[in-house]
């Protein structure tokens, strides 16, 4: 089955709000056996989506749309669908039951507007959305299927999981495709390339190596007739995978740095404090985004100005000799936040987040530092001038990445 995807409405087109629904399908195509051939954003004007609908009714078995479901003059997805299949749309009594009954459960009289709501043709049946005022639609003729949801996430995803993809998988029994992404870390893509290269000329499991934010991570993907089939596939390969790259692995699927980290700190008993500057405390938010830090997590310092460094316990006179934009200041910070906050680890963080240098040093220029009880400090420089949100990014998981390597090394529990 070939399957393409259209999200609706011009907010997503003019960049107003993230498409996030377009991501959230296409990744569970696969295990459905179902090949994404197109993915297309479409503004609310009725000729244009009328036009699209259509060409990809044309040239693909399966049409998801998200969004323009609403009440409002420019919620047409409906409009469109009636006018690709030349049908007329008639008021479903049942549904505009349900609808007006929706808002009087809420203390409020239905707009008549939402009426448009409870439209059916005859070549679609309607897909019930608990969540909102809008079904779905399942509209279906020649052997071709369009399905409409709802452009909210929380909306479009319950009406996916519970009645879309139910169907889409008893009606299409074919090939599945089983998927496992390996994360790692410390080593370039080239470097992963060459590692992986016995590995590379395989078809299925196919494997695709990616440079992402987080790091280069290999994806290996197996089809087969059931979803077992496919597994017994991926598994060896994966087995092979995990073997050739060893402990530069530090996560797979979704696994992120700060849940793998948090798990290793918890397991070892080990506790953690922070001091950042340039990062302004992006990393104690990101560390605390894990359910449970508060069982490996003290605390995090934000020393933004040199006099708080210096009132938290950052030598003044290493201030003084190597500034504030330095490996040694960033070595302070971490030890200061250690012993400050009676942790096992602490981490520090001090650079030039942007868009002016400071001290002499470019924007971009970033120290951090680890001061371990296991360990003497360690701490990484680099210059990353991408912008300051970039620059506050790329610092954090680099803090994670060092991090995870000084727990590597500790092999022992009971630290405070």
């Not at 029994?173 to 998927?179: F, K, N, Q």
């Not at 197996?222 to 790259?245: G, H, M, S, T, V």
């Not at 210096?310 to 003044?316: E, F, H, K, S």
């Not at 990353?384 to 990014?393: D, E, L, M, N, T």
Request: net charge negative; with cysteine.
């Amino acid at each position: 089955m070939k399957a393409e995807i259209l999200s609706i409405g011009t907010e997503i087109l003019l960049g107003e709000i993230v498409d996030t629904n377009a991501a959230f399908i296409a990744s569970r195509l696969p295990a459905l056996g179902i090949d994404l051939y197109f993915k297309a954003v479409v503004g609310d004007n009725l000729d244009r989506l009328t036009e699209t609908i259509g060409r990809a009714r044309e040239r693909s078995d399966l049409v998801i749309c998200t969004g323009g479901l609403g009440p409002t003059e420019d919620d047409l997805t409906r409009e469109a669908i009636c006018a690709v299949l030349g049908e007329e749309p008639r008021v479903d009594a049942d549904l505009e039951r349900n609808l007006r009954a929706f808002f009087e459960g809420r203390g409020f009289k239905m707009p008549e507007s939402n009426v448009k709501q409870s439209w059916l043709i005859p070549s679609a049946r309607a897909i019930p959305n608990p969540r909102g005022t809008a079904p779905g639609w399942w509209a279906e003729r020649d052997g071709k299927i369009i399905v409409a949801m709802p452009g909210p996430p929380t909306e479009m995803t319950r009406m996916w999981e519970k009645e879309v993809e139910p169907e889409l998988r008893r009606r299409n029994p074919g090939s599945v495709l089983v998927t496992r992404t390996l994360k790692t870390a410390g080593v370039g893509e080239g470097t992963v390339d060459e590692m992986m290269s016995p590995m590379l000329k395989s078809t299925n499991p196919s494997i695709g190596i990616y440079a992402r934010v987080d790091g280069v991570q290999v994806r290996l993907a197996a089809k087969a007739a059931d979803e077992q089939a496919a597994w017994r596939l991926l598994r060896p390969a994966e087995e092979q995978a995990r073997a050739i790259l060893g402990a530069a692995v530090w996560g797979a699927d979704d696994d992120t740095f700060e849940s793998v980290v948090g798990d290793m700190m918890r397991q070892r008993g080990i506790s953690l404090a922070t001091m950042e500057s340039c990062t302004g405390g992006l990393l104690a938010s990101t560390i605390t985004d894990v359910p449970g830090a508060s069982g490996y997590f003290r605390g995090g310092l934000v020393s933004y100005r040199t006099e708080m460094k210096i009132a938290w316990g950052v030598r003044g006179d290493v201030i003084e000799q190597h500034g504030v934009i330095s490996a040694e200041c960033a070595r302070e910070m971490a030890r200061a936040a250690r012993e400050r906050l009676e942790a096992s680890v602490g981490v520090g963080i001090t650079g030039v987040a942007g868009p002016d240098e400071q001290e002499g040093k470019p924007a971009g220029t970033v120290h951090i530092a680890i001061d371990a009880m296991w360990a003497p400090p360690q701490s990484v420089s680099y210059t990353f001038p991408q912008g300051r949100a970039a620059v506050k990014r790329r610092a954090v998981t680099t803090a994670l990445v060092l991090l995870r390597q000084s727990l590597l090394s500790h092999h022992g529990n009971g630290l405070v």
